[in-house]
């Protein structure tokens, strides 16, 4: 919106909402100062009316909103995101009195000892308000002006086939064997593993698909499909003479659950003497980390994973060194 002269008036033009056209519209005056007087009233009267709801009203709404097409885990990291901040107000609290001090406080505060969690509540909390916005429950995100604190880098933690060997030893349930190595060997992310079903595995052509369906869906929201090696195709041949349809991985007829598959996994960990930061994600982390040390390349890697953008997959980049090494070498 701006003010323009034609025939020595001062006219306004600016986009009208609804149609997404330009629209020009008469200041009557030639006085610059009485035009920017216009301007102002005239942006006023364009500004959207605010509606009046609590901040519990909107958690509730927006939940529900994101029920239709997010993940119950993401859905959980929104209720963790507000369940912040209501330690600090009242659930009757109108939305539009939060503001950016009072979020500024928490969230540096929270950062100085939990600071992946302060910048996963200001991602999840900052697309809240922007869809308050977008609702007209808000004029403005309170967290637009807030920028918290780099998070220093650090490497991912993987392990070789050997600790893989190391740490099936100290396993004894089949179960939890078979998906330690499909996860080594696919990259898959847990949730994936034990949504897998059987209808999503071709023995013959040797693949898997990562695939969305009524009751999953997968992070990216896209399929994808994985190669299998022999060790998987001998895992999936196995179980499938027990149980061909439904679910692949199944405790008593009942799919197995996140915490017992990742609980027993780091008790493994300790029990088999290796590093200690290693959790049940660094599985998919030593997919992608064997595949670039032996010289897969990071576009490759990033599709086998279901990565929506290179910049994610180039956490695993440091791991290319000695192969920059080399080709530098070849200069020679």
Known sequence: MFLLQRDGYYHIEYIDESTGCKRRISTKTKQKSLALKFLSEFNKSKKPKIKAITFKQFEDEYVQHLSLSHSLKYIESVHLAFNKLTCHINNDADLIKINERFLELILTELYKTKPHAAHLYYRTLKAAFNKAIFWKYLDENPLKRIKLQRITGRHPVFMTKNDLIILLSAVQNKDLQDIYNAAFYTGMRLSEILNLSWTAINIDRQVLVV??????????????????????????????????????????????????????????????????????????????????????????????????????????????????????????
């Open 211 to 332: 695939m969305n369906t009524d009751t999953f869906t997968t992070k990216s929201k896209k399929d994808r499909i994985i190669p299998m090696n022999e060790i998987t195709l001998d895992i999936f041949k196995r179980r499938k003479l027990v149980a061909a349809k439904g679910m692949v991985f199944l405790k008593d007829g009942r799919k197995l659950r996140k915490e017992y598959v990742s609980k027993n996994f780091k008790r493994a960990v300790i029990k088999s003497g290796l590093n200690p930061l290693l959790h049940f994600h660094c599985l998919r982390h030593s997919f992608a980390s064997n595949l670039i040390q032996m010289g897969v390349s990071l576009y490759l890697v990033k599709e086998l994973l279901g990565h929506e953008s290179i910049t994610t997959t180039e956490i695993y980049s440091h791991l290319q060194k000695d192969d920059l090494v080399e080709a530098i070498s070849k200069l020679n």
